[in-house]
Structures are given as structure tokens and as C-alpha cells.
């Protein structure tokens, strides 16, 4: 691990399996020392090994779950989480319900809502009745988005709705296997209500992010860039990258 000049830390170990635990652990860390923690978590491609490692840890007794209040990051504009292309059902299946966390314990981001700004509201307002994020573990976009804080995406931003890129709806679309149309616009968790957590865990997996990992990392901190306004929470934030994810870097001692 090395200690950036922003005082966040690097971490660049071989493999995505490693990359799955180190994530696995923030989470484990996090349950243990603040059992009701507020926690947000990703979906998407990288992510997976981290819940399989988690429902396995659930599943062990290694790790428990049944206080921590998840709040989810981001969702398509008016999927319900039933809904064929919805990211909370995905989440759902892949981890809330193997691991068992309690509904009562699972905070929707409210993007089927009538009144979308009203609910947006209400949840940052839920979420800061539970403390505020605790941890945050998040993936990191083809664009450099933040959840779906796409470029343009100001460091402050709360809850919002706004439109997807043509290639995250793209991305998207590859992801559900071309099954299902998927909605051009969402709702997510703001860039700065997630800039506020108390520990972020950026997890990054492969080659093909190894270009939008330097540009978030090394390049100018720009709207251009969600990602890259990450480095100024200092060491709130750790960097988890395997090997390939890192290519791109100048210095990749990790
Ligand atoms: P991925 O998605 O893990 O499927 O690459 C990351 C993201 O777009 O945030």
C-alpha cells in the first residue's frame, strides 16, 4: 500500500480475487466496529467477487450483517426492484437476499418515484438520520462516473435524477445482454453525499479501465472526470486496483 500526496492511499495487488476480499473486508471491518452502520455498495461487473465473498462470510458466521443499514447508490429512472433492468433487483439476487439483511434495513434509492426531487430529498434525509455513509464501496465507470454521477457531475451534488452517456447506457445494455431496453436516464446518489463518507473503497478490475484509472488518479481534477474529485478526501479514501487495472499508472508500487 502506498500513501498518495493527497494522503489517500494505492493498493495494487495481483488479482481480482484479492481485490474481492480487500472490499470484503472493508465491509467486515466496518460491521464490526459500527454494527448500524450506513452503507453503500455497487453494482456492476467488479463487485461480484466481493459479494461472494461476503454471503460466504455471512454464511460462516464470520460476519454480521443483520444491523448494518444498506443504502443503495443508484438505480435506472422508474425501475421498481422487480423490474427486469432494475440494478436494486440485481442487488438483490447477487447479495441483500443470500447474505439475509433485514428489509427493514435496505434503503431504496427512490427512483420510481412520483415526485422524484421529493424523494431524492427524503433519502439524503434518511440516510443522515443513520449517521451519514460510514463506507461507501464503489466501482468506477468506463467515463470516470461515481455511481451514475456522470462527467459534468458537480463535486457537491446531492441525490438527484439526471441523463445517462450514450456509452454508460450502452454499458448497460451489454450488461443485461442486449435482453432488455434500458432507461436513459437515473437516479443516483451524489457525488458529494458520497464524497462525505467516512471510508470510500474504490475497487477497479482489468485492463480496460486502465486509461480512466490514470486520468482519475493522475489527471486533472475536472467535472470531465467524476472519479477524480475523489482524491480530496485524503485518507477516507483507499484505492484497491489489480494489476491490470493499474497498467496506465506511472508508479504502480503498491
Ligand atoms: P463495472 O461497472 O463494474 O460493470 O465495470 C462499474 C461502473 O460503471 O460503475
Known amino acids: 500500500m502506498t500513501e498518495q500526496a493527497g494522503g489517500w492511499s494505492l493498493r495494487v495487488v495481483d ?9 470484503a473486508d472493508a465491509v467486515t471491518e466496518t460491521v464490526a466496529r459500527v454494527p448500524d452502520a450506513a452503507i453503500t455498495l455497487p453494482t456492476g461487473s467488479t463487485p461480484i467477487g466481493m459479494y461472494e465473498e461476503l454471503v460466504r462470510r455471512v454464511r460462516a458466521g464470520e460476519i ?6 444498506i443504502f443503495t ?4 429512472l422508474g425501475q421498481r426492484p422487480d423490474d ?3 440494478l436494486t433487483r440485481w442487488l438483490f439476487e447477487t447479495f441483500l437476499t443470500p447474505a439475509g439483511i433485514p428489509d427493514t434495513n435496505i434503503h ?23 449517521g ?14 461515481i455511481a ?22 450502452r454499458q448497460s445494455e451489454e450488461y443485461w445482454k442486449g435482453d432488455t431496453a434500458v432507461p436513459h436516464r437515473a437516479m443516483t446518489l451524489g457525488l458529494g453525499t458520497i464524497l462525505e463518507a467516512r471510508r470510500i473503497v474504490l ?29 480530496n478526501v485524503g485518507s477516507r479514501l483507499e484505492v484497491v486496483l489489480d494489476r491490470a487495472a493499474a497498467s496506465g499508472l506511472s508508479d504502480t508500487a503498491g
Open 108 to 130: 431504496l434509492v427512490p427512483a420510481a418515484a412520483d415526485d422524484p426531487e421529493a424523494a431524492a430529498a427524503a433519502y439524503e434525509a434518511d440516510l443522515a438520520v443513520h
Open 15 to 23: 488479482s481480482y480475487d484479492e481485490v474481492a476480499s480487500i472490499a
Open 64 to 69: 454480521d450483517l443483520n444491523h448494518a443499514h
Open 203 to 231: 475497487i477497479v478490475s482489468g485492463a480496460s479501465k486502465s486509461e480512466i484509472v490514470r486520468a482519475s488518479l493522475e489527471g486533472p481534477q475536472t467535472l470531465d472526470v467524476p472519479a477524480s474529485w475523489l482524491r
Open 84 to 86: 427486469v433492468a432494475s
Open 148 to 169: 451514475f454521477n456522470e462527467p459534468g457531475s458537480p463535486p457537491d451534488s446531492r441525490t438527484r435524477v439526471l441523463d445517462l452517456e450514450p456509452g454508460t447506457i
Open 132 to 145: 451519514g455513509l460510514e463506507l461507501a464501496v464503489l466501482g468506477l465507470g468506463p467515463n470516470g462516473h
Open 73 to 76: 447508490l443508484d438505480e435506472y
